[in-house]
């Protein structure tokens, strides 16, 4: 076996067996949307090569996704269209269904008589579902390819891990042999089914009922501008990332969440890049703990507890302890609706708020202090958590992410934290405050800017 085949083999597996259809081979895209250092487009034209087929790439398009707003999905769409033109002239079709993907596919896999069908690794419930119940209906073989994390989230590890510190060392353990560079995809062979229409976006994203988040424009969805966000980052956000990532004053972060969130940029080109560029080694190491170690144990957390965006996904000791502090009493406590529109009584939550809403992306020092104030101004932390994931999921481009329910499971219920000493409300999940972030970084300079950011920004 080749190099190729190897690399491409260990992160795939098959989920179902079954009769192949004398059609072409079809790519199920969903998480990882994007033609180059896709390794489940490189598994699907693998077998598409030995079988001697057609390729097809399809996409399941369901517009009231909880959560999808018109922001995410203008940069969702900008990005098919894309990716449907490279295809076309990689000789591979691009066919957008409508719909749930478990209804919406069987029938037309059946039409076209498909060979294997391929499918992106993602751990989220409602993929999951999706996937189970189109398993039941397929009859032909179905393979999952992990192209979103460097390491299959299978292989990185089978359990649940405590924390970052006991998740690490598997983790490094594989990282060299699995953080290589990536084949390229080539021309494809073997002639497939007439090439689609154009993507129409804009009619496309007319039929999507989430109408609170508008797009944005400070950041170009799709492959192409996700690639030059890649060198903007390595030139200018990498050097002096392990100083000033922290800050949000300080521009110290790479932007590319979103670009990953959609999988428009590969993670693995991103850390191979980073890797050999000329990077301080503090920097270089700090920023590939995030990329790496941070997001791939936010997938193991999804992968393994089904219970990842509940109360019940924490660890023991938060629950106990934020059971005890139920009957505290609470001298703020708000709706969604009062946070959803930034009216608490902190001047910096609120700005937090007007950010997120208004440009789709908060800090990340941001995003800890953001949460942790809405499980002290709730009424219990199942309140807190859905208010912090509806936010979350409706205004952030790269919500509706495994990143998110971790990071916000976290804030409110220690999830990879360790005890604190115990405070009101928050028993012995970590506290954070104003009076801490002003040690940080510019709190009011920050507010001003949010504030004229805010009224230019505005849509
Ligand atoms: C309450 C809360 C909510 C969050 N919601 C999201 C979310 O919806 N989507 C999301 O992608 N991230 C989320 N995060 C994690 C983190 O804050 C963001 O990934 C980061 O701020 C994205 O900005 P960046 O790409 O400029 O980050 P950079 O600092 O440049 O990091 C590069 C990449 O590393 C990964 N990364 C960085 N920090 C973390 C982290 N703490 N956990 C896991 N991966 C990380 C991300 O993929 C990120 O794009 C959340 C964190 C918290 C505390």
């Known amino acids: 076996m080749n190099r190729k085949s190897r690399d491409i083999e260990r992160r795939s597996r098959l989920l179902v067996d079954g009769r192949r259809g004398a059609g072409p081979v079809v790519y199920w895209l969903s998480r990882d949307q994007r033609v180059h250092d896709n390794w489940a487009l490189l598994c699907a034209q693998q077998e ?170 400070w950041l170009v969805p799709g492959e192409t501008a996700g690639k030059a966000a890649v060198e903007t980052a390595l030139n200018d956000r990498l050097p002096g990332y392990a100083s000033r990532r922290n800050d949000p004053c300080g521009n110290g972060q790479s932007n590319l969440s979103p670009y990953l969130h959609f999988g428009q940029i590969s993670a693995q080109r991103l850390a191979w890049r980073v890797s050999g560029a000329p990077l301080a080694e503090e920097d270089r190491q700090a920023f590939l703990e995030e990329l790496l170690v941070r997001r791939e144990l936010a997938d193991n957390f999804c992968l393994h507890e089904s219970d990842y965006d509940r109360f019940a996904g924490f660890p023991a000791w938060a629950r106990q302890s934020l059971d005890e502090h139920r009957g505290d009493r609470r001298p703020y406590c708000y709706s969604l609706a009062e946070l959803e529109n930034g009216g608490s009584h902190e001047a910096l939550w609120n700005a937090c708020q007007r950010d997120l809403v208004a440009t789709g992306k908060l800090h990340g020092y941001l995003r800890m202090y953001w949460a942790k104030k809405i499980l002290e101004w709730t009424s219990e932390p199942e309140e807190a958590l859905h208010i912090a994931i509806t936010l979350n999921d409706r205004y952030s481009l790269d919500g509706r992410d495994a990143n998110g329910y971790t990071g916000i499971a976290w804030s409110i219920g220690g999830v990879h934290d360790r005890a604190w000493p115990r405070r009101l409300i928050f028993g012995k999940v970590r506290f954070m405050n104003e009076k801490g972030c002003r040690r940080k970084f510019a709190v009011d300079d920050y507010i001003t800017a949010v504030n004229l950011n805010h009224r230019r920004d505005r849509f």
């Open 48 to 217: 598409a090569l030995i079988r001697g087929r057609g390729l097809v790439v399809v996409f399941c398009l369901v517009t009231d996704y909880p959560g999808g707003e018109q922001r995410s999905y203008h940069f969702l769409l900008a990005g098919l269209a894309e990716l449907a033109r490279q295809l076309a002239e990689l000789g591979i079709g691009f066919v957008l269904l409508r719909g749930d993907p478990a209804l919406a596919l069987p029938p037309w896999l059946h039409r076209i008589d498909a060979c294997t069908l391929i499918g992106d690794f993602d751990p989220l419930r409602l993929k999951r579902q999706w996937q189970r119940r189109l398993l039941a209906e397929i009859g032909i073989p179905f393979i999952e390819v992990d192209a979103h994390n460097v390491i299959p989230a299978w292989i990185a590890s089978n359990k649940r891990e405590y924390s970052a510190a006991t998740f690490r060392p598997k983790y490094r353990r594989l990282i060299d042999d699995y953080l290589t560079d990536i084949p390229a995809v080539i021309r494809h062979p073997h002639p497939g089914p007439a090439a689609s229409p154009p993507l129409e976006t804009d009619r496309l994203l007319g039929e999507v009922t989430g109408r609170r988040a508008g797009p944005v424009n």
